[in-house]
T-cell receptor
Framework: SQKIEQNSEALNIQEGKTATLTCNYT??????LQWYRQDPGRGPVFLLL?????KEKRKERLKVTFDTTLKQSLFHITASQPADSATYLC?????????????FGQGTTLQVKP | DSGVTQTPKHLITATGQRVTLRCSPR?????VYWYQQSLDQGLQFLIQ???????AKGNILERFSAQQFPDLHSELNLSSLELGDSALYFC????????????FGDGTRLSIL
């Protein structure tokens, strides 16, 4: 069956450290993958999009990798801050069907402690 | 502020009723998406419209329907409501049809009593 898996347990790290979140998928061949941040009671906010022919994408303190062989994406936040505390969602295009349909993982909650 | 406006923010109604959720996309965006988020199911894709035409469908119930109007705003209609329909309903928009970041509104919280 098709699945997207993110760490269901919350990730607790100390301020200043690097947070690494994992997104694994099975039985999909996505043309691209996206990461979003969601705060309680708010809509998801787009962070980064990485295409299947890109190994890595960076934006300020954020870095995403995409390994289509391992069927995995890693999301890194360097020099983490308490304001980075939120739930992070990965999402993929399930069928490369030229639509905007996204399948989301359940999300990983990150808690950065001062 | 994402630029996507959803109304109402909260809706409380009873089983068997019908409601309409409204979404105004970001200026210039042609695609509108609807998602449902519940605690046990996570964020689930319902439907996408692009420039007035239905573009993609998820596991949207037959009791639910949507449309996108010529001014590009969209409405999601939910009928014969059941307790299990209680959830957050998000609208998102993007410039193009695919391979694009999606910009989400802050949702409509629907509670069925």
């Amino acid at each position: 069956s098709q699945k997207i898996e993110q760490n269901s347990e919350a990730l607790n790290i100390q301020e200043g450290k690097t947070a690494t979140l994992t997104c694994n998928y099975t039985n999909y061949s996505p043309a691209y993958l996206q990461w979003y941040r969601q705060d309680p009671g708010r809509g998801p906010v787009f962070l980064l999009l990485i295409r299947e022919n890109e190994k890595e994408k960076r934006k300020e303190r954020l870095k995403v990798t995409f390994d289509t062989t391992l069927k995995q994406s890693l999301f890194h936040i360097t020099a983490s801050q308490p304001a980075d505390s939120a739930t992070y969602l990965c999402a993929l295009d399930p069928s490369s069907s030229n639509t905007g349909k996204l399948i989301f993982g359940q999300g990983t909650t990150l808690q950065v402690k001062p | 502020d994402s630029g996507v406006t959803q109304t109402p923010k909260h809706l409380i109604t009873a089983t068997g009723q019908r409601v309409t959720l409204r979404c105004s996309p970001r200026s210039g965006d042609l695609s509108v998406y609807w998602y449902q988020q519940s605690l046990d199911q996570g964020l689930q894709f319902l439907i996408q419209y692009y420039n007035g035409e239905e573009r993609a469908k998820g596991n949207i119930l037959e009791r639910f329907s949507a449309q996108q109007f010529p001014d590009l705003h969209s409405e999601l209609n939910l009928s014969s409501l059941e307790l299990g329909d209680s959830a957050l309903y998000f609208c998102a928009s993007s410039v193009g049809n695919s391979n694009q970041p999606q910009h989400f509104g802050d949702g409509t919280r629907l509670s069925i009593l």
